[in-house]
């Protein structure tokens, strides 16, 4: 598994070699959205974390 940095730099890569013409745009676009959606995966493994985490949190109300 990839990790975010290991993305940022493909990424980097892939900004450099569309630059240059090295890659098809139509590939770029199509690695730079598969990216895209790894992203959107670890974000809501991100938050269902914290849901999680905040979950057994109670609120107490103080009725003075």
Do not use: H, P, W
């Amino acid at each position: 598994m990839k990790t975010l940095i290991d993305i940022k730099q493909d990424m980097s890569e892939l900004y450099e070699a569309l630059k240059v013409g090295a890659v098809d745009i139509k590939i770029a676009g199509e690695l730079a959205n598969i990216s895209g959606k790894f992203l959107k995966a670890e974000q809501l493994e991100l938050a269902k974390e914290i849901f999680m985490s905040n979950r057994n949190r109670t609120l107490t109300i103080d009725s003075e």
